[in-house]
């Protein structure tokens, strides 16, 4: 049995008509950049994520950076945020002038340690950047409070985190501003580069609107430098429609995760993730611990079934941050499940007999290892 790592192809099969009529509709009105299926997808997902404001972008990166900009990072400034993530997270707060500063992670659920936050607080702390890793919110309750206690900004990287919740709280309304990617492959993907801002504060979102829009307050008025991050037509109105299949895939997902979870509860060798008690995970990644990776996904890939890494290296150890100066063991926690984490194949359309046989050829592998 072949059994891809992701599979985009299933999930248009379900909706192409959807998808040609919206494609359609945005070629008979020409509102390629910006413009009323940008406008309608914003409102819809501000209100998918109970928040008041959400700012179409060009893609994910962006939107980290539009909301580090409104809320007036720069030079001088740090920004604590956790070394297992994407590269984006950072690079976002680096294209500010600001500092990024890492702080571990904890184990179970590999998001920011609220318990570690306070050391890294200096003078020059002004925002702290929680991931919602793999699609499971940080613990916010303790981050709100530091945040709120030293008088520091909170957005939340919501890039693998749409429909994710935290106490009933939707992923991106939590923090002052949250950055979301609607990178093909995250849960909620467009057929392109999209993102998206999410916020609560009037100011904000209209500072964010002016900034991705070359700083205009009315057609050639620029009232700040700004840029161009616009989202496009299509995929605002590609986001429309998938917006609305988003809870489904959403469930699929976690019921994939509960039978993953149920099949590999005893297997030797490998620890299934685990879901916090304040969450709803939407396994944007399944990501599970083994030792000895290598031979794991190579005995897994003779089977037909394809894994992934993420990541396979932390920030901090990526020689775009060499300048930091931050060497290995600085982030254990962090480090070693950069060593040990993979992904198991994920997405909505996944049969059940192909998590099962996954499952049954994880169990064969981990009994072979146990007795040789
Ligand atoms: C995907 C992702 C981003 C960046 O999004 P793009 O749309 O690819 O620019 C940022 N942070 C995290 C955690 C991501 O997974």
């Not at 994520?49 to 909301?67: D, F, R, Y």
């Not at 809320?71 to 500092?99: K, Q, R, Y």
């Not at 590999?264 to 939407?282: C, M, N, Q, S």
Request: proline share 5%.
């Amino acid at each position: 049995m072949k059994v891809p790592f992701l599979d985009l192809k299933a999930q248009y099969e379900s909706i192409r008509d959807e998808v040609a009529a919206a494609l359609q509709a945005v070629l008979d009105r020409t509102a390629f950049a910006g413009g009323p299926f940008v406008e309608q997808f914003e409102k819809e997902f501000a209100a998918f994520c109970g928040v008041e404001h959400a700012v179409g972008v060009s893609n994910g990166t962006a939107a980290l950076w539009v909301a580090l900009v409104g809320l007036g990072l720069g030079p001088g400034d740090e920004v604590i945020t956790a070394p297992n993530t994407f590269i984006a997270t950072v690079e976002a707060i680096s294209l500010t002038g600001a500092t990024p500063v890492f702080v571990d992670v904890d184990e179970r659920t590999l998001t920011l340690d609220p318990s570690r936050i306070e050391a890294a607080v200096t003078e020059r702390t002004r925002a702290i950047m929680p991931v919602h890793l793999y699609g499971q919110c940080a613990d916010m309750d303790p981050i709100l409070a530091i945040a709120r206690r030293h008088r520091l900004a909170v957005i939340e990287d919501a890039a693998q985190a749409q429909g994710a919740e935290y106490k009933g709280r939707r992923a991106g309304s939590m923090g002052d501003a949250a950055g979301f990617s609607f990178y093909p492959g995250k849960n909620l993907g467009a057929y392109g580069e999209a993102g998206a801002v999410t916020t609560n504060d009037p100011e904000l979102a209209a500072r964010m609107r002016m900034f991705r829009d070359h700083g205009q307050s009315r057609k050639y008025y620029h009232d700040i430098i700004g840029w161009n991050a616009r989202m496009d037509g299509f995929q605002g109105a590609i986001l429309s429609v998938k917006l609305r299949h988003l809870p489904d895939w959403n469930e699929a997902r976690r019921r994939h995760a509960r039978r993953y979870g149920e099949l590999l509860a005893d297997v030797p060798g490998i620890v299934p993730p685990t879901e916090a008690d304040y969450a709803k995970h939407i396994y944007h990644v399944y990501a599970a611990r083994v030792e000895r990776r290598d031979a794991f996904m190579a005995a897994l890939a003779e089977k037909g079934i394809s894994c992934a890494i993420h990541y396979p290296i932390n920030v901090h150890r990526q020689k775009a941050y060499a300048h930091l100066g931050l060497p290995a063991g600085s982030y254990p926690i962090s480090e070693k499940s950069a060593e040990e984490e993979v992904s198991l194949p994920m997405f909505p359309e996944l049969s059940e007999a192909q998590v099962e046989y996954v499952c049954r050829e994880i169990r064969r592998y981990g009994e072979i290892r146990v007795s040789a």
